[in-house]
């Protein structure tokens, strides 16, 4: 059964920065595209980002393009998040998860096979 434990959440300024990761075990972490998505309270889950299983393409929300990257070391059977410029709107819980067969329903949350618990990232303003 395929598992996944996000790290590295924590309360951080407006303006900084934080880096998720995402540890995959219990499946074939190279043959996977992994996710990032996140739910503030009240709202819905959110697509952040995601990379395909080679990492030779991303795609981005809208709301982190340009502040948010995303990576991968299939060595380490890990994913990243890089957030950078935090805002207080960025305060949610994030969720990692993967997926076998995205195609380009890659902002989908129904489209990905295994989720994380989450880590919550809190930006004060």
């Known amino acids: 059964q395929v598992q996944l434990v996000e790290s590295g959440g924590g309360l951080v300024q407006a303006g900084g920065s934080l880096r998720l990761s995402c540890a995959f075990s219990?499946?074939?972490?190279?043959?996977?595209?992994m996710g990032w998505f996140r739910q503030a309270p009240g709202k819905e889950r959110e697509f952040v980002a995601v990379?395909?299983?080679?990492?030779?393409?991303?795609y981005y929300g809208d709301s982190v393009k340009g502040r948010f990257t995303i990576s991968r070391d299939n060595a380490k059977n890990t994913v990243y998040l890089q957030m950078n410029s935090l805002q207080s709107e960025d305060t949610a819980v994030y969720y990692c998860?993967?997926?076998?067969?995205?195609?380009?329903?890659?902002?989908?949350?129904?489209?990905?096979?295994?989720w994380g618990q989450g880590t919550q990232v809190t930006v004060s303003s």
């Open positions: 990379i395909s299983w080679r990492g030779e393409t991303t």
């Open positions: 219990g499946g074939t972490f190279s043959t996977n595209a």
């Open positions: 998860a993967c997926a076998r067969s995205v195609g380009s329903s890659w902002s989908n949350a129904a489209k990905y096979d295994f």
